[in-house]
């Protein structure tokens, strides 16, 4: 089907917010969230295919759900996701899902959940890949020794928000 001919709860449509961990995309293709990213140098451009930056229902309903989430008041999303990843990415992302809001896992417990204890690093792999920041809640794994470890989004922001969960599950 040509893009021409693609109709519009197809097409892919993006727009951008400002939030307390900086500038972020989220992006909806076909009435599913299939990106959320926060903008770092040159991470993605601003200007990029104006024709599809629109607020639409579903963009706009993600962004009230962050914002109940930065404020504490919520801990899950209902929202409907489609990342697109291998198999075993999917698999990763799944089970990250599973880790309650204010709980951490580590890289290896994730890799054991996947049916593969030893593919830690393809974990961390699948975890950097992300294409749903915090709606799938890479932030919550952590080194094997509990040690704060790569994030896409930076160390700092994942310290701010695993400090964020913390604060409000005490």
Same mark, same amino acid.
């Given at each position: 089907?040509?893009?021409?001919?693609?109709?519009?709860?197809?097409?892919?449509?993006?727009?951008?917010?400002?939030?307390?961990?900086?500038?972020?995309? &989220?992006? *909806?293709?076909?009435?599913? +969230?299939?990106?959320?990213?926060?903008? %770092?140098?040159? =991470? #993605?451009? !601003?200007?990029?295919?104006?024709?599809?930056?629109?607020?639409?229902?579903? &963009?706009? *309903?993600?962004?009230?759900? +962050?914002?109940?989430?930065?404020?504490? %008041?919520?801990? =899950? #999303?209902? !929202?409907?996701?489609?990342?697109?990843?291998?198999?075993?990415?999917?698999?990763?992302?799944?089970?990250?899902?599973?880790?309650?809001?204010?709980?951490?896992?580590?890289?290896?417990?994730?890799?054991?959940?996947?049916?593969?204890?030893?593919?830690?690093?393809?974990?961390?792999?699948?975890?950097?890949?992300?294409?749903?920041?915090?709606?799938?809640?890479?932030?919550?794994?952590?080194?094997?020794?509990?040690?704060?470890?790569?994030?896409?989004?930076?160390?700092?922001?994942?310290?701010?928000?695993?400090?964020?969960?913390?604060?409000?599950?005490?």
């Amino acid at each position: 089907m040509s893009e021409n001919t693609k109709t519009c709860r197809e097409l892919p449509f993006y727009y951008h917010y400002d939030t307390p961990i900086g500038l972020i995309r &989220i992006e *909806e293709t076909g009435n599913a +969230l299939t990106g959320l990213y926060l903008y %770092q140098k040159h =991470s #993605f451009p !601003l200007e990029e295919h104006m024709q599809y930056y629109r607020e639409t229902v579903l &963009i706009a *309903e993600a962004h009230r759900q +962050l914002l109940e989430y930065f404020k504490g %008041q919520r801990k =899950s #999303f209902q !929202l409907p996701l489609r990342p697109e990843g291998t198999p075993f990415q999917q698999k990763v992302w799944d089970a990250l899902c599973q880790i309650p809001y204010g709980r951490t896992k580590s890289y290896s417990e994730i890799a054991a959940l996947c049916g593969n204890p030893k593919a830690c690093r393809a974990v961390g792999g699948a975890c950097h890949n992300n294409p749903l920041l915090i709606l799938i809640p890479c932030h919550r794994v952590l080194g094997k020794n509990g040690s704060l470890t790569g994030f896409g989004g930076g160390l700092s922001v994942k310290e701010y928000l695993l400090r964020l969960e913390k604060e409000k599950t005490l």
